[in-house]
């Protein structure tokens, strides 16, 4: 998810399922570009693609980006632990001073 483009494709997928031509039309790049994007979020689990005939679709798989929420929740409570930690440490080194 470092990549912008890729976290545009699953903010325009989030909302509805899309095309990859759809996918690629906001994008100054070609499809063949766009499907290397794509091949990495589906390899990661993000989408998943389904073929009809010529078309392929994507969709958002939710449960992939749970996980990963789940992963930034407990890392967001460990580091706003540690940072309370270190206020309360600086409040009572100001305290000493004064």
Same mark, same amino acid.
């Given at each position: 998810? %470092? /990549?912008?483009t890729r976290r545009e494709i699953v !903010? !325009?997928? %989030?909302?509805q399922d899309r095309t990859v031509s759809e996918l690629a039309a906001p994008f100054d790049m070609s499809l063949a570009a766009i499907s290397k994007h794509i091949?990495? !979020? =589906?390899? %990661?689990g993000i989408l998943e693609r389904s073929v009809r005939g010529r078309t392929h679709t994507c969709r958002l798989n939710a449960e992939s980006l749970s996980t990963a929420? /789940?992963?930034l929740r407990f890392y =967001? $409570?460990?580091?706003? $632990?540690?940072f309370d930690a270190l206020e309360r440490e600086l409040n009572n080194a100001k305290k000493e001073e004064h």
């Open positions: 998810m %470092a /990549d912008p !903010l !325009l997928i %989030a909302s091949k990495v !979020l =589906e390899r %990661a929420t /789940d992963w =967001e $409570r460990f580091w706003n $632990r540690q």
